[in-house]
Every structure is written in structure tokens, then in C-alpha cells.
Nanobody
């Protein structure tokens, strides 16, 4: 399975953006997919996760209420809809997949999100 992320770009604070991550192979219902990000001079941090089968979602406190993760099983795609973006959301966003949130073994190439103030 390979992951292809897209949708990054330059937006102003308060605007919205949607990221997509397409999986090329089969995703098992027990798998988890989600997003991490790495801002300038920062370590990679968790953003959001979704259980592929049940659709259960988890979010970092910093994005709760602003970001929404969803998936389209038919299209083998995970989305990250980001509202009310802040300059501190500026980062390279990576999609990942694995057996669980703490065990991502597959990663996409990353997509850059830049939020200007």
C-alpha cells in the first residue's frame, strides 16, 4: 500500500483547507489512518486519526473543534478538513496508516500548509 497526500497550500488565518490522502492498496477494516504534522523547527506531532472500519476519530487538543477527519471507503481516501486555520498550523502534513494510532508503518510524502497572519 502506498499513500499519496495532496491539498496543501497558502491560506490566510481564519480560512479553510482540505487535505486528501489516497491509498493505492487495500485497507483493512481494523487499520487506522490519520495525519501528523511537522512545523518549522518542531518535532512531528499527531493531528488526527480515524479507524478505517468503525470510523472512530481522535484529535489532538490543539485542533479539536477546528479540524475534521473523515474517510471515503470506496475511494480509499482519508480527508482532513481544516477550518479556522491559524499561523501556528503552518507545517508539512503527513498522512500515515498502520494497525493503530501508535503504530503507523506507512507514510505519504507530506503536503505543505502555510497560514499567513
Amino acid at each position: 500500500v502506498q499513500l499519496q497526500a495532496s491539498g496543501g497550500g497558502l491560506v490566510q488565518a481564519g480560512e479553510s483547507l482540505r487535505l486528501s490522502c489516497i491509498a493505492s492498496g487495500r485497507i483493512f477494516s481494523s487499520a487506522s489512518m490519520g495525519w501528523f504534522r511537522q512545523g518549522p523547527g518542531k518535532e512531528r506531532e499527531f493531528v488526527a486519526n480515524i479507524r478505517w472500519g468503525a470510523g472512530t476519530t481522535y484529535y489532538a487538543d490543539s485542533v479539536k473543534g477546528r479540524f475534521t477527519i473523515s474517510r471515503d471507503k470506496g475511494e480509499q481516501t482519508v480527508f482532513l478538513h481544516m477550518d479556522s486555520l491559524k499561523p501556528e498550523d503552518t507545517a508539512v502534513y503527513y498522512c500515515g496508516a498502520g494497525a493503530s494510532l501508535g503504530d503507523y508503518t506507512l507514510w505519504g510524502q507530506g503536503t505543505l500548509v502555510t497560514v499567513s497572519s
